[in-house]
């Protein structure tokens, strides 16, 4: 059983949420009033536990599928497959906390280098030493250097992990001026990155090694990306446009670029899509208390503007969230891209 919170999570229902003196099963339908358009309040205060009985009874029974159906708990639409049995069967293997890595994904750094750097970490860029272990080719000479059986991940940088670690947080941070401080990271990025492709240069094409070209190259990247300007476009004439940062933060601005009226809210979600989702149902029910109408709202989550044109929420467990969401947009004529 799935009930939604007032903070907007939903909580999976368990023999822990029963009250332990209660021998006689009950069923749902138990639960609910004569009409079924609302909550028992007094049996469902006699067979949960306090806490669960106020939250279940704070919910909206309206909102509740029409008909019951069965979810597999870890998977975003319910349904079962291999690949998330595979997933659930590894979760303590793959849940293991790695702070280099997580570094390495907030990092204000392009995907391509972060992906570059994530691989350095987890051994998987194809250095010979990694080839020899999947297919037990011979170990080749290193192609920066020439070090005979030197081409592995320990002759290119001596510890993966801890070079990650040193360039966020350098020992030497509080000398630096805070540009060069928020360029350290983007610049020790590129530079690992523009080796990596001198070293398969040389690998691959047998190009020498010339460090003063590779300097150059380097000094010549945009290393660091700052913060963007942000581009909002102005709505259609007569419309309203919102913009959505972050988990819940809005903008309303008119057809004109001027800025109607903004709000932000504290959302806990267990995941990006309900974060997402959470954002848009306060920014529409903020439209709603503002009175204003014709709102078009904006969103980079395409799995959720996919779920609102096909009528289904893509994750079972925001259905709450989503269909409180679906009925508020109907009923402001507001549009979501």
Known sequence: MSINQPKMMSQLMHKGHLNPLIKSPASLEDLTDIDASGWNDQMVERVFVPATASLIKSSDRNLLPVMDVACWKSSKDGS????????DYNKSQFDEKNEACRRIWQSNIHERFKVFLWKLCQDALPFSSKLQSLFGKPLGDCSLCGCESGD????????????????SQPPFQSLLQPKDSARFFPYGAVLYHKLWLVRNDAFHNGVPVDLSSLKKNIDQSEVCRGVMEIRWGLPRPGRVRVIEFGAGAVVFFDSSGGILACGAKKIMTLDVLQGELEALLFGVSLAKDLQLVGVDFFTDNSLLVKGLIDKSSPSWLSHFSFAKLYELLVSLDCSVS
């Open 80 to 87: 079962f497959s291999l690949k998330v049995a595979y997933w």
């Open 152 to 167: 592995d991940v320990g002759h290119f940088v001596l510890a993966a992990r801890d070079l990650i670690s040193w360039l």
